[in-house]
């Protein structure tokens, strides 16, 4: 699971695309969650990465 972290809040997905202008977010059942900007994406977390800390990653 990924967690792409925008300025006005954060969006779940399971997979994503990079496309030629942003990321192209997607759930587990490969239906479009949403499309952010390159220039409005502060970052893309594995949540894997990051499941069993407890420290904050913002």
Request: aromatic share 10%; with cysteine; glycine share 6%.
């Amino acid at each position: 699971m990924f967690r792409a972290i925008l300025p006005e809040g954060q969006i779940l997905c399971d997979r994503y695309e990079r496309v030629e202008n942003g990321l192209e977010l997607y759930d587990d059942d490969d239906t479009l969650v949403a499309f952010v900007p390159y220039d409005n994406l502060h970052a893309l977390v594995d949540e894997d990465v990051y499941g069993e800390d407890d420290r904050s990653i913002m």
